[in-house]
């Protein structure tokens, strides 16, 4: 899967990796490959994520936003 986070001011984050866990507003949720097209709003908290090329997970502070799904790709827009 494809991991884009963009901020207003750059791109953050663009990595190939495993799985996906977001921060949102509803609560905590994974992204595995083949999720099914969704897009979600996100509250302050940590993306945490499992790069494809690394066995440690990774994380990554974000002020809120909101994320689409499509065609394993995932696209966070954070605040």
Sequence with gaps: MKLIV???EKELLNCE???????????RFMVWPGHAPLISS??????????????AR???PISG???EIIDDEITVCAG
């Design 6 to 8: 963009l901020s207003p």
């Design 17 to 27: 990796c495993t799985a996906v866990e977001l921060p949102g507003t509803k609560g």
């Design 42 to 55: 996100l509250q302050k908290g940590l993306v945490r994520y499992d790069p494809l090329d690394s066995n």
């Design 58 to 60: 990774e994380t990554l």
């Design 65 to 67: 936003g909101f994320v």
